[in-house]
């Protein structure tokens, strides 16, 4: 686990035993993405592409303008294409979070100094996980609260991960809460120049990811 390796603490139990919530939270949105996958099926697509070229075959046949029929065709295989790409994409994502989401319940939380980043036109934050020498070890894009952005000195501060820093995880204040998700970002995120004092910020954090107690919160 890299935050062992990097000498920073971890919790002795897993995450979804220390914190029970977080079970009920991926169960809860397991189920959503499930549901979300089922209405991206393409069947209801293919049968309204099959309406579609009838509707197109009778009118061409009554008004003997064959044109209308080929472009009835041509509009159901796109929509039936769409359909198909919509789904895959659907179960694509599900399929990421399921893998995401069973190691973050199966992880302990690890306890990681972070600098947090806005992200041009995106609502959603850069959270860059630190390394002992201040080094970025992991990038992820996340939702990130509002009230816990403006919270953080500089944008600085000590969080807790669960998960595979391959993929990304579950991110949480110390004590569990708030949590939110984090994954590999889809836009390009560079890290920014920091200053003398936001370096001691973090070199300061990353003593406190090393000392961690997590019995405290237990």
């Known amino acids: 686990m890299l935050a062992e390796d990097f000498g920073y603490q971890v919790s002795p139990r897993p995450a979804g035993e220390m914190t029970p919530e977080v079970r009920t939270d991926v169960a809860s949105l397991l189920e959503v993405k499930k549901q979300w996958v089922e209405k991206q099926e393409p069947g209801g697509a293919y049968v309204g592409g099959l309406f579609l070229i009838i509707g197109g075959f009778v009118f061409a046949i009554t008004t003997q303008t064959?044109?209308?029929?080929?472009?009835?065709?041509?509009?159901?295989?796109?929509?039936?294409?769409?359909?198909?790409?919509?789904s895959g994409q659907a179960k694509e994502e599900l399929a990421d979070f399921e893998?995401?989401?069973?190691?973050?319940?199966?992880?302990?939380?690890?306890?990681?100094?972070?600098?947090?980043?806005?992200?041009?036109?995106?609502?959603?934050?850069?959270?860059?996980?630190?390394?002992?020498?201040?080094?970025?070890?992991?990038?992820?894009?996340?939702p990130m609260p509002e009230d816990v952005w403006t919270g953080l000195t500089d944008g600085r501060g000590v969080v807790w991960f669960a998960g595979d820093v391959r993929f990304g995880g579950l991110l949480a204040l110390p004590g569990g809460h708030p949590r939110w998700w984090a994954r590999?970002?889809?836009?390009?995120?560079?890290?920014?120049?920091?200053?003398?004092?936001?370096?001691?910020?973090?070199?300061?954090?990353?003593?406190q990811a090393v000392a961690y107690v997590f019995s405290e919160w237990l």
């Open 99 to 142: 893998r995401v989401s069973t190691a973050a319940v199966a992880s302990p939380w690890q306890a990681w100094p972070c600098r947090v980043q806005e992200i041009a036109g995106v609502g959603d934050k850069a959270v860059l996980l630190l390394g002992p020498e201040g080094e970025v070890a992991c990038t992820y894009q996340s």
């Open 66 to 86: 064959l044109p209308i029929l080929l472009v009835a065709i041509a509009l159901a295989l796109a929509i039936g294409h769409s359909a198909e790409k919509n």
């Open 184 to 207: 590999t970002p889809k836009v390009e995120i560079t890290p920014r120049p920091i200053s003398d004092r936001q370096l001691h910020i973090e070199e300061e954090l990353t003593r």
